[in-house]
Nanobody, 124 residues
Framework: EVQLVESGGGLVQAGGSLKLSCAAS????????IAWFRQAPGKEREAVST????????QYAVSVKGRFTISTDNAKNTAYPQMNNLEPEDTDTYYC?????????????????WGQGTPVTVSS
């Protein structure tokens, strides 16, 4: 059974940092592209960042570029976004997603596997 479990969310002041984790199981991690999305109640799910299965290609939303860094650790079957210089506008629930193809996408549709989400709140 494919499982993605996010952790690391919480409350942080504006300008602070958080590093989320997505622990994966039930599939060959280094054959899947990984993405992070975020969503607030009543809003559409937004792509934050993606990474190809080999880690060689990353993509970022304009709103987080230069502040967030996505990475994976194949030995731990875990993906991370390092989120720096957080802003109140980054307040959302963050979701990890996996796609059974090496190339990632900034669209949610191709991702068949999702975690339960971890909430991030940035106070001003």
């Amino acid at each position: 059974e494919v499982q993605l479990v996010e952790s690391g969310g919480g409350l942080v002041q504006a300008g602070g940092s958080l590093k989320l984790s997505c622990a994966a199981s039930g599939f060959i991690f280094n054959e899947y592209a990984i993405a992070w999305f975020r969503q607030a109640p009543g809003k559409e799910r937004e792509a934050v960042s993606t990474i190809s299965s080999d880690g060689g290609i990353t993509q970022y939303a304009v709103s987080v570029k230069g502040r967030f860094t996505i990475s994976t650790d194949n030995a731990k079957n875990t993906a991370y976004p390092q989120m720096n210089n957080l802003e109140p506008e980054d307040t959302d629930t963050y979701y990890c997603a996996a796609k059974g193809y090496p190339v990632a996408s900034m669209s949610a549709a191709p991702y068949k596997h999702w975690g339960q989400g971890t909430p991030v709140t940035v106070s001003s």
